[in-house]
T-cell receptor, first 117, second 114 residues
Framework: GAGVSQTPSNKVTEKGKYVELRCDPI?????LYWYRQSLGQGPEFLIY????????DSGLPNDRFFAVRPEGSVSTLKIQRTERGDSAVYLC???????????????FGEGSRLTVL | AQSVTQLDSQVPVFEEAPVELRCNYS??????LFWYVQYPNQGLQLLLK????STLVKGINGFEAEFNKSQTSFHLRKPSVHISDTAEYFC????????????WGAGTKLIIKP
C-alpha cells in the first residue's frame, strides 16, 4: 500500500507473555520511528532507525523492549514479559532522510493497540 | 530538557466559529515546530510546520499557526471551523536539547458543535 502499515491493529495478551508488533514503512523511506502513546498523552519516542541500524534507542523504557529492522524496510518491535503498564498504542512512522535533514515530515501508521491483562 | 504544553485537553466550538489551539514549549534554543492532526481511526498526519523565515505558517485545511519566540508559543488557528475538523491536534517540537527527536504535547481534542 501507499502508507505505513502496522499489524496487528489490536493485540490482547496476558501479563508475562511475549509480543511482536510489525511496521511496514512507505517504500523508499530510510528513517523509521517507533512511538508509544498512552491514553491522554502525546506520542513518546522509543527508537529510531536509519536504514538497518538503530540510530537512537534512548527512548526504550527497559531491556524488555527491543526492535529490529534487518533489511532496512519492515521493522518489528518486540516486548518480552509484558506488564500491564505496557498497555498503550504503539505508533510507527517513516520518513525520507537526506542526511541531516531534521525538517522532514513523518508519516504515521494507524497504530497497534496493545492491551496487557 | 524540552517540554511541550497544550493547556487545553478539549476545545468545544460551534461550527463556523473561529478557534485557537494553544501550544507552548519550554526551551528557547533554535527549534523546529510542528502541528499534527489525528482524525478518528486514522494515523497522525502533518498539518503544518515552522522551520525558519516568516513567523506565520499556513497549513492544510485552512489552518495556520504563528511562531512567537519571545513567548515560546506556536498557537494553531482557523477562522471558521467545520464538522470535518473534529479531531485531536498535537503540537511537537524538535531541537538539539532533545537530541533532535520530536517532543510531543498531550494533544487537544477539537469538538465541533453543530
Amino acid at each position: 500500500g501507499a502508507g505505513v502499515s502496522q499489524t496487528p491493529s489490536n493485540k490482547v495478551t496476558e501479563k508475562g507473555k511475549y509480543v511482536e508488533l510489525r511496521c511496514d514503512p512507505i517504500s523508499g523511506h530510510t528513517a523509521l520511528y517507533w512511538y508509544r502513546q498512552s491514553l491522554g498523552q502525546g506520542p513518546e519516542f522509543l527508537i529510531y532507525f536509519q536504514g538497518t541500524g538503530a540510530a537512537d534507542d534512548s527512548g526504550l523504557p527497559n531491556d524488555r523492549f527491543f526492535a529490529v529492522r534487518p533489511e532496512g524496510s519492515v521493522s518489528t518491535l518486540k516486548i518480552q514479559r509484558t506488564e500491564r503498564g505496557d498497555s498503550a498504542v504503539y505508533l510507527c512512522a517513516s520518513s525520507l532522510w537526506t542526511g541531516g535533514d531534521l525538517t522532514g515530515e513523518l508519516f504515521f501508521g494507524e497504530g497497534s493497540r496493545l492491551t496487557v491483562l | 530538557a524540552q517540554s511541550v504544553t497544550q493547556l487545553d485537553s478539549q476545545v468545544p466550538v460551534f461550527e463556523e466559529a473561529p478557534v485557537e489551539l494553544r501550544c507552548n514549549y519550554s526551551s528557547s534554543v533554535s527549534v523546529y515546530l510542528f502541528w499534527y492532526v489525528q482524525y478518528p481511526n486514522q494515523g497522525l498526519q502533518l498539518l503544518l510546520k515552522y522551520l525558519s523565515g516568516s513567523t506565520l505558517v499556513k497549513g492544510i485545511n485552512g489552518f495556520e499557526a504563528e511562531f512567537n519566540k519571545s513567548q515560546t508559543s506556536f498557537h494553531l488557528r482557523k477562522p471558521s471551523v467545520h464538522i470535518s475538523d473534529t479531531a485531536e491536534y498535537f503540537c511537537a517540537v524538535r531541537d538539539m536539547d532533545s537530541n533532535y527527536q520530536l517532543i510531543w504535547g498531550a494533544g487537544t481534542k477539537l469538538i465541533i458543535k453543530p
